[in-house]
C-alpha cells in the first residue's frame, strides 16, 4: 500500500511552465512504474508519462518535447515538468504507482488559459 498526494497544479498562460509533484508515503525505490495520468472534462483519463524503476521513460506523443517524468527515490518522489503548456493541457492531473497493484493520488488541477 502507498498513498500519493499530488501537488504544484494551478493556472498558468499559454507557453508557461508548471512543475508537478508526487509525494509517496513510503519507498518508491522497488515501486515497478510511477505515471502521471491526466484527465480532461468529458474525457476518458490517459497516460501523460511514466518512468519504471530502472529510469525508462515513455510519454504520450502528445506531450513528447515538452514534459519531462522524474523520480528522486531518495525524497520518494516524481515530478512532471510540464513546459510550452497548452490549452488542451488543462486537465486534472493524477499520480500512480504501480507495483501488482495500483494507487492513485487525488489528483490537482492544471488550467492553461489565454
Known amino acids: 500500500q502507498v498513498q500519493l498526494e499530488e501537488s504544484g497544479g494551478g493556472l498558468v498562460q499559454i507557453g508557461g511552465s508548471l512543475r508537478l509533484s508526487c509525494a509517496a508515503s513510503?519507498?518508491?525505490?522497488?515501486?515497478?512504474?510511477m505515471a502521471w495520468y491526466r484527465q480532461a472534462p468529458g474525457k476518458q483519463r490517459e497516460l501523460v508519462a511514466l518512468?519504471?524503476?530502472?529510469?525508462?521513460?515513455n510519454y504520450a506523443d502528445s506531450v513528447k518535447g515538452r514534459f519531462t517524468i522524474s523520480r528522486d527515490n531518495a525524497k520518494n518522489t516524481v515530478y512532471l515538468q510540464m513546459n510550452s503548456l497548452k490549452p488542451e493541457d488543462t486537465a486534472v492531473y493524477y499520480c500512480?504507482?504501480?507495483?501488482?497493484?495500483?494507487?492513485w493520488g487525488q489528483g490537482t488541477q492544471v488550467t492553461v488559459s489565454s
Open positions: 500512480k504507482a504501480s507495483q501488482g497493484l495500483s494507487f
Open positions: 513510503r519507498s518508491i525505490g522497488s515501486i515497478y512504474a
Open positions: 518512468i519504471t524503476s530502472g529510469g525508462s521513460t
